[in-house]
């Protein structure tokens, strides 16, 4: 019975053991000291399922060492330790739950500032290649010439917008003139009709006719 009192009172609970394993060995090495004519005190019991509980299970502890006699009974602490193990578990998955939360968002702010950055990075890459792009092009252009016709860099002749102003400029007056031409040689036309229309020469038709054949009218 000694060894069986020693047993009892050196139950202690484990770490990671889960507490109603530790409260089922407490009733256990009770119920042997009942069957050799041993019965313990409910008061012996009940310290020992609490008297080495883990430190987050102080809370409870203190509010069970505040219970009457009467109230103190293994079952009834068994149960008050066993909704403050729920409690607990609650509470850590609950804490794990916004620690997950508020990774996820570290996360996502750290992903959305690596986004915005490499964003910055192709757009400085991007203005960089635009600007090189601009820098060979100017440089090209400043590699063909001179034109022959205004003695600038850029072109060639066959390029010329100042020589091609100069052509449209001539194109329209040549137009201008020949419509001059025309016009003069309308009126004069005219005239030698009038000359000849009262006129009993025979040949009269024939110069109007090659007066227009002349002139092309």
């Known amino acids: 019975m000694i060894q069986l009192l020693d047993e009892f009172f050196n139950t202690r609970f ?11 060995r407490v009733k256990q090495g009770a119920e ?45 602490i068994e ?4 909704l403050e193990e729920n409690r607990l578990r609650l509470s850590r998955k609950d804490l794990d739950t ?11 702010r750290k992903e959305a500032g690596n986004y915005y950055k490499q964003d ?30 205004c003695k600038s860099y850029g072109h060639l002749i066959a390029n010329c917008k100042h020589k091609a102003a100069l052509s449209n400029l001539k194109t329209n007056e040549s137009s201008n003139t020949e419509f001059k031409v ?13 000359t000849f229309s009262d006129s009993s020469d025979p040949e009269g038709k024939f110069i109007r006719f090659r007066s227009k054949y002349k002139l092309g009218l």
């Open 120 to 149: 910055e990075k192709l757009k400085t890459k991007s203005s960089k290649v635009r600007r090189f792009k601009n820098k060979t092009l100017n440089v090209k252009n400043k590699q063909i010439g001179p034109c022959y016709f």
């Open 98 to 108: 916004v620690s997950s939360i508020a990774f996820s968002n570290e996360m996502q």
């Open 14 to 24: 484990e770490t990671r053991e889960a507490l109603g394993l530790f409260l089922c």
């Open 32 to 76: 042997r000291l009942r069957k050799v004519d041993h019965q313990l005190q409910p008061l012996y019991q009940g310290y020992q399922m609490i008297r080495s509980l883990p430190a987050e299970y102080q809370s409870v502890v203190q509010t069970i060492y505040r219970w009457t006699d009467a109230e103190f009974q293994p079952d009834k």
């Open 79 to 82: 149960s008050e330790l066993l």
């Open 182 to 194: 025309k016009h003069a040689y309308s009126e004069l036309e005219s005239n030698l009709i009038e």
